[in-house]
């Protein structure tokens, strides 16, 4: 039996782990489902080159959000690019700002996006596609999609794409930007839209699996 890919895309905050939780554990008793995310690969790096503990990681936002071993002026970027960048962080490009860490998430961000895919765009996308491939689950979920690319790589593998409109974050980092205006549609039924800015939890679960698990 070939692998069904599901890929989840949204805003931090929008409710993409938890929405992948839910469909896992409906699936799970009927099909072997694995987790996998684009930013593992960079995410395992970070904690073994850069120091950034389990919990900056893969914590919660506050883990997310303290202070990295690295400045803001220790980036190797030329300076429009980094400020560019403290800009799109919501700070301002003062001295005393670039003397500052960079958060463990805005270090995510910045290495794996601003460098590393500037450098070869499809790294993490197709890392990911070659785990899949290998390891062959019924179900594969990737529930952290944020570029266009990441999703083009997979689109040979029919996936059902899930898009969670919810968006409670200022940040204008490309990695939170970059799908706004993708063309979902070119998936036709596979693409499943969920409105979820006004809904609680409960509520968006349950929309959630009656439109995915007809697709299945």
Not at 3 to 25: E, F, H, N, P, R
Not at 109 to 134: E, H, V
Request: hydrophobic letters at 40%; a neutral charge; glycine letters at 4%.
């Amino acid at each position: 039996m070939s692998t069904k890919v599901i890929i989840i895309s949204g805003k931090k905050q929008a409710g993409k782990d938890t929405a992948c939780d839910v469909l896992m554990s409906s699936l799970k008793p009927t099909l072997s489902c694995t987790k996998y995310s684009f930013a593992d690969p960079l995410k395992q790096f970070l904690i073994n080159v850069f120091g950034l503990s389990w919990a900056q990681c893969y914590g919660t936002d506050a883990d997310k959000n303290s202070p990295s071993q690295v400045k803001w002026k220790s980036l190797p970027l030329d300076w429009d690019d980094k400020i560019r960048l403290i800009e799109s962080c919501g700070l301002i490009p003062i001295v005393e700002n670039f003397d500052t860490y960079l958060t463990a998430r805005q270090l995510m961000q910045i290495f794996g996006s601003d460098i590393c895919r500037k450098m070869y765009p499809d790294c993490w996308a197709l890392g990911t596609k070659n785990r899949i491939l290998s390891e062959r689950p019924g179900v594969a979920f990737i529930c952290d999609a944020r570029f266009p690319n990441e999703i083009d790589v997979l689109a040979d593998m029919n996936p059902i794409i899930i898009r969670l409109k919810r968006s409670i974050s200022s940040d204008t980092h490309f990695s939170e930007t970059a799908l706004d205006n993708y063309d979902f549609s070119k998936f036709g039924t596979n693409f499943v839209e969920i409105d979820n800015s006004n809904m609680d939890m409960a509520e968006k679960n349950k929309l959630l699996w009656s439109k995915v698990s007809v697709l299945l």
